[in-house]
């Protein structure tokens, strides 16, 4: 999945059987999960845009490891 240029690394839990995921290319920990593929767009997405908010509030310049 991608999302404003950052890409998500996706992996399946097989003990809380759902879709677990997390912004790949960044060294901060930003996850989401869900239990199907639409949702998990979703909420990718919106991890994205809560990252970037909290960078800006923060004054923190959002990372995007190539």
Do not use: W
Not at 10 to 21: Q, W
Request: charged share 30%; net charge negative; hydrophobic share 30%.
């Amino acid at each position: 999945m991608k999302y404003k240029g950052y890409n998500a690394h996706i992996e399946y839990s097989e003990e809380n059987r759902c879709l677990v995921g997390h912004i790949a290319g960044i060294t901060d920990i930003v996850g989401f999960h869900a239990d199907t593929v639409s949702e998990l767009q979703e909420v990718f997405e919106e991890a994205v845009k809560d990252y970037l908010e909290t960078c800006e509030k923060l004054s923190k310049p959002s990372q995007k490891l190539d």
